[in-house]
């Protein structure tokens, strides 16, 4: 195996990184790549980590860092919270802030001093209400058992009523996927910046629970627990105790002057809205290319640092080609979900990973986990799909028909499997060819010790993650 390195001061810690470079972490699967584990391992090599950026998704993330006896699943905050690093949200990522104050408690009993005082949001950013998150409960026991694998914390509810309000949809025309039962009202959907005035915070409550109310009948939801003033106090109480900014990229800037920053993605891009697998994805944006042209058009170059299991996993329905129900590879993090559905692993899927760095664009380096699954149960590799050698091509111009294409080649596909080499110097070369990217990061377990830099053998070596 190839020498690992520790970073100092600015060092360039990764092979091929820029001493001081942003790196943005992205998920090259359907999600539960270790972005979390990755993300604190990084800020604990990194000793000028000055902020972590969550730019998409939302509550819905899973993230998990285990480090010693303490263990947390962060879902708002930026993963390096345990060693202090602050958090930035940037739109349009969307934010839950009853979720997060409930995960600064968390994050209390693990002895982070003022949790949500680590935290700048963007004025912009969309507020994920209660009524969001039960219009997604209902719409998902509406689906039966067409559902689409939605995790039920209301993201897609909150991005689909914010695109109707805009568009001004009317009763009978559809948002996306989504029917809409009655006319958007004018008020805007809620953000940050509406919870900053408590009237404001109730007119725009007032408004998505009368375009919430035929939905979550049909479901045999009935009303809301909770009156409309208690929510909003509740939200205006939260949002009160964070710093929320009407100049968050500056913000941003201004952190990437000062030290590194980690970019945490949400899920993985097979799930993005716009080249996932349709319609089994998220109403977010997972692909990083606005945020690598943003980031270089402040002056810096980012690193983009790829993330994927040495086999496949999937939460919920949708397409997985090489999904094996005889497989035990239990996972102590993930498990069934009530409404996003089983969790289900599978063999190394290249024709998916090759698509997934397509989508991707530029990718500079890999990680690698679940390395120490190898020899413990008897895995394949999936070289191509029915004999397909040609590689699954981007979808353009957010072409929701394509992708539904896509999704259905998938769906009928039969992998064409070859036994998956025992060491892990084999599996990261395949990852490497099918990614074009060179593997800088290895773990053989859930904790950040278990995690090894892979620098070129000129390098000195090695040492793992303290």
Not at 143 to 156: D, F, L, M, Q, V
Not at 215 to 244: K, W, Y
Request: hydrophobic share 45%; net charge negative; aromatic share 4%.
């Amino acid at each position: 195996m190839n020498a690992a390195t520790n970073g100092t001061g600015r060092g360039a810690l990764l092979p091929g990184r820029t001493a001081g470079a942003p790196v943005i972490v992205v998920g090259l699967g359907y999600g539960d790549e270790a972005k979390g584990a990755t993300v604190d391992f990084l800020a604990s090599q990194i000793p000028d980590t000055a902020a972590v950026v969550r730019w998409s998704g939302g509550a819905q993330a899973a993230h998990n860092v285990s480090h010693g006896p303490r263990h947390h699943t962060f879902r708002q905050f930026g993963s390096a919270s345990l060693l202090d690093v602050r958090t930035i949200l940037r739109a349009p990522m969307m934010v839950n802030p009853i979720n997060l104050a409930a995960e600064a408690g968390e994050l209390e009993e693990l002895g982070v001093v003022d949790p949500l005082g680590l935290i700048t949001a963007d004025d912009r950013a969309l507020v994920t209400t209660p009524i969001h998150v039960a219009m997604n409960r209902a719409r998902e026991i509406l689906r039966g058992n067409a559902r689409h694998g939605s995790t039920g914390e209301g993201i897609g509810e909150t991005s689909a009523y914010a695109l109707a309000v805009a568009g001004r949809a009317r009763a009978g025309s559809m948002v996306g996927n989504f029917p809409v039962l009655v006319d958007a009202p004018a008020v805007p959907a809620p953000t940050l910046a509406t919870l900053q005035n408590r009237a404001a915070t109730v007119q725009a409550l007032d408004a998505l629970a009368a375009y919430a109310q035929p939905l979550l009948a049909a479901a045999g939801e009935g009303a809301l627990h909770e009156p409309i003033e208690t929510i909003a106090d509740v939200l205006c109480g939260v949002a009160s105790q964070i710093r929320i900014t009407d100049d968050v990229d500056n913000e941003i800037v201004a952190a990437m002057a000062a030290g590194t920053v980690l970019f945490e993605g949400s899920q993985g891009v097979l799930l993005d809205e716009w080249n996932g697998f349709h319609p089994h994805t998220t109403w977010s944006t997972v692909v990083p290319t606005d945020l690598v042209e943003w980031i270089t058009r402040t002056g810096h170059t980012p690193y983009v640092l790829g993330l994927t299991r040495c086999y496949a996993t999937r939460h919920g329905a949708g397409p997985m080609p090489t999904e094996d129900t005889k497989l035990q590879l239990p996972d102590v993090h993930n498990r069934e979900g009530l409404y996003q559905g089983a969790w289900r692993t599978g063999h190394l899927d290249l024709p998916a990973l090759r698509y997934a760095a397509a989508i991707t664009g530029r990718i500079d380096g890999i990680a690698v986990s679940h390395l120490d699954i190898l020899g413990a149960a008897e895995l394949q590799v999936a070289d191509t799909w029915d004999g397909n050698r040609q590689p699954l091509a981007p979808v353009q111009a957010q072409d929701t028909t394509a992708l539904e294409q896509l999704a259905a080649v998938a769906s009928a596909a039969r992998p064409d499997y070859r036994p998956l080499p025992v060491g892990v110097d084999g599996v990261t070369d395949l990852i490497a060819g099918a990614t074009g990217a060179p593997v800088v990061i290895t773990a053989a377990g859930p904790r950040r010790i278990d995690r090894s830099i892979r620098c070129p053998p000129s390098t000195q070596g090695p040492t793992r993650a303290s």
